[in-house]
């Protein structure tokens, strides 16, 4: 081809990608305003688009599982046992989908306290912070109606715990547990399924609309390495079938991460209703309101004692049931033993923890003087020439990664490969990002001469 | 506001009221109702039964063997030491496991975490379920019907499959009605 027909070519590209985005002026999508940054910037200010492009992930990857799995009492555990061990690739699939989920959860409560504590709900920002509190409590219903869908003990026991909660609500409890329920286990996992494949992600889709800030940073290094994030994690932990529900045989189960901290109050003997929802709503209730309350002009969380105070004890509190849901008494004999938690000793420590971390924090953030900023420590700038030999090994520690994951793959490990391709996808990360490093670094020369 | 203002509004409003009042039938949509027992199905008859007798049955009954072999649709009906009646859900109100009559120590006893029901009234005296507190460590119970040709029939449910009773205290002996 000559050069006159590469350049011809490349005007029709340009003219049909100017046309394109004249047009796109007329629709919402200009709204947004997306920004690629060309350095380094903290996720932790955009871990919102983070946690919404790993719903988009888990969005592509359900879809993908609904071709094989099915709404049936009977079936379900099967279909998913299909997909974890005849259906090809569909191991993967599963552990993409079910990592992406804990991710999610992760991602989020991450982004509320950053939010939280550099006072962000501030600003004219209150209705971003109370759809921002609602999604993130969507989010949990969503990954609880997902872990359901497999039918096996644990989702049992979910399913069992939830009804349980529902039911025992004052007044609205024996309305709303049926709708759930229907006629049965037979009826409920098809809601389930319609819930959570439906219902749930469209709420939380429009919700989103009114929750994205117009402002969004799309951020590619960072964006491979929570993907590779997902891939590591699956490799190290893969999600797991359990035990088929059977209705004869007891197993100490416990739930997901995100719920062990409920748990562990209903184990400690709290009564039910407030052990798993009044105390959980309260919790929320404390977020949605916080805009409200807090109403100093101040943003940085050094200048806020109370409230940052009242995140850190929120933290302690969270952390310690959550460990605590986890754990199981083995040295007992029968399942229940096992479970329990003795009262005094769980509302004795989970409240001198939260109330010591909160003294602690007022105390200290209330005495001490505003030091002096540290100076901003002088940004790495790399040659052009010590780029180009990192970006050259960095490709050849992704194609090694890469090469692992196919041959672990090919013979049949599939939790290396996914391994290996967590760790090929954050370097690949790393590498773009000495890309565009060294892209910016060679503009801003150009520019100061 | 002008009243001949308000008056058009107010036209407005009930015939908004009016066409959307329909739809308050919707709620209907999401219960099965034939599962909350208005079915009235036979059961056994009293000539199958001896004291200590008891027959596992599903209400309500589709024919669907799938929507049959729920749990939640299976009962037991029990003839007590002195003769009663008593028809309980299965499902045990602790984590759903399905407790089996038996007839040597006349209890219900579930295989999972060895939750204990009483035949006579079907609540919880050992086991997790006993820990909790009432109504919700008690079986739900079968509303039941005996006709002049000793025929038993089930014709509804108190209490929450799964859950446990409802508020009120009522006998055992008030479900059982003959006709």
């Given at each position: 081809m000559?050069?006159?027909?590469?350049?011809?070519v490349k005007?029709?590209v340009?003219?049909?990608?100017?046309w394109?985005?004249?047009?796109?002026?007329?629709?919402?999508?200009?709204?947004f305003k997306f920004?690629?940054?060309?350095?380094?910037?903290?996720?932790?200010?955009?871990l919102g688009?983070?946690?919404?492009?790993v719903?988009?992930?888990l969005g592509v990857?359900g879809?993908?599982?609904?071709?094989?799995?099915r709404?049936d009492?009977?079936?379900a555990f099967?279909?998913?046992?299909e997909?974890?061990?005849?259906?090809?690739?569909?191991?993967?699939?599963?552990?993409i989908h079910?990592?992406?989920?804990?991710?999610m959860v992760l991602?989020?409560?991450?982004?509320?306290?950053y939010q939280?504590?550099?006072?962000?709900?501030?600003?004219?920002n209150?209705v971003?912070w109370?759809?921002?509190?609602?999604?993130?409590v969507?989010?949990?219903l969503?990954a609880y109606?997902?872990?359901?869908?497999i039918?096996?003990q644990?989702a049992?026991?979910?399913v069992?715990i939830?009804m349980g909660?529902?039911y025992?609500?004052?007044?609205l409890g024996?309305?709303?547990a049926?709708?759930?329920?229907?006629?049965g286990?037979f009826d409920l996992?098809i809601?389930?399924?319609?819930?959570?494949?439906?219902?749930l992600p469209l709420i939380?889709?429009?919700l989103?609309?009114?929750?994205?800030?117009?402002?969004?940073?799309?951020d590619?290094p960072?964006?491979?390495a929570?993907?590779?994030?997902?891939?590591i994690s699956?490799g190290?932990f893969?999600a797991?079938l359990g035990?088929?529900f059977d209705?004869?045989?007891?197993v100490?189960?416990?739930?997901?991460?995100?719920l062990?901290?409920i748990?562990a109050f209903?184990?400690a003997g709290?009564?039910?209703?407030?052990?798993?929802a009044l105390l959980?709503?309260?919790f929320v209730?404390?977020?949605?309101?916080v805009?409200?309350?807090?109403r100093?002009?101040?943003?940085?969380w050094?200048d806020?004692?109370?409230?940052?105070a009242?995140g850190v004890?929120s933290?302690a509190?969270?952390a310690?049931?959550?460990?605590?849901?986890f754990?199981v008494?083995?040295s007992k004999?029968?399942a229940?033993?096992q479970l329990?938690?003795?009262?005094?000793?769980f509302?004795g420590?989970?409240?001198?923890v939260?109330?010591?971390?909160?003294y602690?924090t007022?105390?200290?953030?209330?005495?001490?003087?505003?030091?002096q900023?540290?100076?901003?420590?002088?940004?790495?700038?790399?040659?052009?020439?010590?780029?180009?030999?990192?970006m050259?090994?960095?490709?050849?520690?992704?194609?090694?990664?890469?090469?692992?994951?196919f041959?672990?793959?090919?013979?049949n490990?599939p939790?290396?490969?996914m391994f290996y391709l967590g760790v090929?996808?954050i370097?690949?990360?790393l590498l773009l990002?000495?890309?565009r490093h060294?892209?910016s670094?060679?503009?801003?020369q150009k520019g100061?001469? | 506001m002008?009243?001949?203002r308000?008056?058009?509004?107010g036209?407005?409003t009930a015939?908004?009221?009016?066409?959307v009042s329909?739809?308050?039938h919707?709620i209907?949509?999401?219960?099965?109702?034939?599962?909350?027992?208005v079915?009235?199905?036979?059961?056994?008859?009293?000539?199958?039964?001896?004291?200590g007798g008891?027959i596992?049955f599903s209400y309500?009954?589709t024919?669907?063997?799938?929507?049959?072999n729920?749990?939640f649709r299976?009962?037991?009906?029990?003839?007590t030491?002195?003769?009663?009646?008593?028809v309980y859900s299965?499902?045990?109100?602790h984590l759903?496991c399905?407790?089996?009559?038996i007839?040597?120590?006349r209890?219900l006893i579930?295989?999972?975490?060895?939750?204990?029901?009483?035949?006579?009234?079907?609540?919880?005296?050992?086991?997790p379920?006993?820990?909790?507190?009432?109504?919700t460590n008690?079986?739900?119970m079968?509303k039941?019907?005996?006709?002049?040709?000793g025929?038993?029939?089930m014709?509804?449910?108190?209490?929450r499959i799964?859950y446990?009773r409802e508020?009120h205290n009522?006998?055992p002996d008030?479900l059982?009605?003959?006709?």
């Open positions: 000559s050069s006159n027909n590469i350049k011809n005007e029709l340009n003219s049909l990608w100017k394109t985005v004249d047009r796109l002026e007329r629709t919402t999508i200009v709204v920004t690629v940054p060309k350095q380094y910037v903290s996720p932790f200010g955009y688009t983070l946690t919404a492009i719903f988009a992930i990857s879809a993908f599982l609904m071709f094989y799995y709404p009492v009977e079936l099967l279909s998913v046992q997909i974890q061990e005849k259906v090809p690739f569909g191991y993967i699939m599963r552990n079910y990592h992406a989920s804990n991710l991602l989020a409560v991450l982004h509320l306290y939280y504590f550099s006072g962000r709900y501030k600003i004219k209150e971003l109370v759809t921002g509190v609602i999604l993130g969507l989010t949990v969503e109606t997902g872990y359901n869908l039918m096996n644990r049992l026991l979910a069992n939830g909660l529902t025992s609500a004052p007044l024996p309305t709303i049926p709708i759930f329920l229907g006629g286990l996992i809601r389930f399924y319609a819930l959570h494949v439906f219902i939380m889709l429009l989103a609309v009114v929750h994205f800030p117009r402002a969004l940073v799309i590619f960072i964006i491979s929570v993907v590779g994030v997902i891939f699956a190290l893969p797991e035990i088929r209705l004869t045989r007891g100490v189960e416990v739930p997901e991460w995100y062990t901290a748990y209903l184990r709290t009564e039910r209703f407030t052990a798993g959980p709503l309260l209730i404390l977020f949605l309101i805009p409200f309350v807090d100093s002009k101040k943003l940085s050094r806020r004692p109370f409230f940052t009242l004890a933290i509190l969270v310690i049931t959550t460990v605590w849901g754990y008494d083995f004999e029968t229940f033993d329990y938690i003795e009262p005094t000793l509302y420590l989970i409240g001198g939260t109330l010591s971390s909160f602690v007022y105390f200290y953030l209330s005495r001490q003087k505003r030091g900023r540290p100076p901003p420590t002088r940004p790495i700038v790399l040659s052009s020439r010590a780029s180009a030999v990192l050259t090994t960095l490709l050849i520690l992704v194609a090694g990664a890469v090469a692992g994951t041959y672990t793959y090919s013979i490990l939790n290396h490969s090929a996808f370097l690949f990360g990002h000495i890309y060294t892209i670094v060679e503009e801003r100061a001469k | 002008p009243p001949r308000l008056l058009l509004r036209v407005l015939a908004l009221v009016a066409v329909p739809f308050v919707v209907d949509f999401f219960y099965r109702r034939e599962a909350e027992g079915k009235r199905q036979k059961i056994a008859n009293m000539r199958d039964l001896t004291p008891f596992y309500p009954q024919g669907d063997p799938k929507i049959d729920d749990p299976q009962f037991v009906l029990i003839m030491e002195d003769g009663q009646l008593r299965r499902v045990c109100v759903w399905l407790p089996s009559y007839q040597t120590r209890q579930c295989p999972c975490h060895g939750s204990i029901y009483r035949e006579e009234d079907g609540v919880a005296i050992e086991g379920a006993a820990y909790q507190s009432y109504p008690a079986l739900p079968g039941i019907e005996v006709d002049g040709n025929d038993i029939w014709v509804g449910v108190d209490g799964g446990g508020w009522i006998k008030e059982v009605r003959r006709v």
